[in-house]
């Protein structure tokens, strides 16, 4: 199975600031990555496909970029509503595997 | 507009059966591949296993295969979760979410999910 890691668990940003959530695969998994927002009380939210193609509908101060086993979300000019947990999904393979979380908040 | 409608979550008690279903409509269910998903409280996300439009392959997460048996009905445009032998780390709210791709699925909808609770 390919383990997704999270780096980090909890990020406290100020509005108006940039975000960085990074995610690390155990073996290589080609683009083949997806980012979700998933808030309080919601089901996720597909932001990015592909580890850079942004979805319909979603704000373009959300970005992804990566390559090989490390990838990235970004999120510039951070709003009140991007309070969120966001996770990554390789789907490289089966089992497809999620990491663990990065919970953000506003400073 | 694509829903995604999960039922039939409750109460189990240690050692019991359940099936969740997961009524699909806005379109086209039997092209899409789908899959389980579940999140206990407090947790992130775990995907359970999937299953292709015509039931040829269903693929599962090998901790889980031997508990859990994902089926579909097309005509129904219903998909299904077996759950049996469930224990207390079963307890969560299970989502059905529509594969994107194919082959190699990402999730672009998601039902609100259903919640099972394993106690005695």
């Known amino acids: 199975d390919i383990q997704m890691t999270q780096s980090s668990s909890y990020l406290s940003v100020s509005l108006g600031g940039r975000v960085t959530i990074t995610c690390k695969a155990s073996?290589?998994?080609?683009?083949?990555l997806a980012w979700y927002q998933q808030k309080p009380g919601n089901a996720p939210r597909l932001l990015i496909s592909g580890a850079t193609s942004l979805e319909t509908g979603v704000p373009s101060r959300f970005s992804g970029s990566g390559s090989g086993k490390d990838y990235t979300l970004s999120i510039t000019s951070l709003q009140t509503e991007d309070v969120a947990t966001y996770y990554c999904q390789q789907y490289w393979s089966t089992p497809y595997t999620f990491g663990g979380g990065t919970k953000l908040e506003i400073k | 507009e694509v829903k995604l409608l999960e039922s039939g979550g409750g109460l189990v008690q240690p050692g019991g059966s359940l099936k969740l279903s997961c009524a699909a409509s806005?379109?086209?269910?039997?092209?899409?591949?789908m899959s389980w998903v579940r999140q206990a409280p407090g947790k992130g996300l775990e995907w359970i296993g999937e299953?292709?439009?015509?039931?040829?392959?269903?693929n599962y997460t090998p901790s889980l295969k031997d508990k859990f048996i994902i089926s579909r009905d097309n005509a129904k445009n219903t998909l299904y979760l077996q759950m049996s032998k469930v224990r207390s780390e079963d307890t969560a709210l299970y989502y059905c979410a529509r594969g994107y791709d194919g082959f190699r699925n990402y999730f672009d909808y998601w039902g609100q999910g259903t919640t099972l609770t394993v106690s005695s």
């Open positions: 299953i292709n439009p015509d039931s040829s392959t269903i």
């Open positions: 806005g379109f086209d269910f039997s092209r899409y591949w």
């Open positions: 073996d290589h998994i080609n683009n083949w």
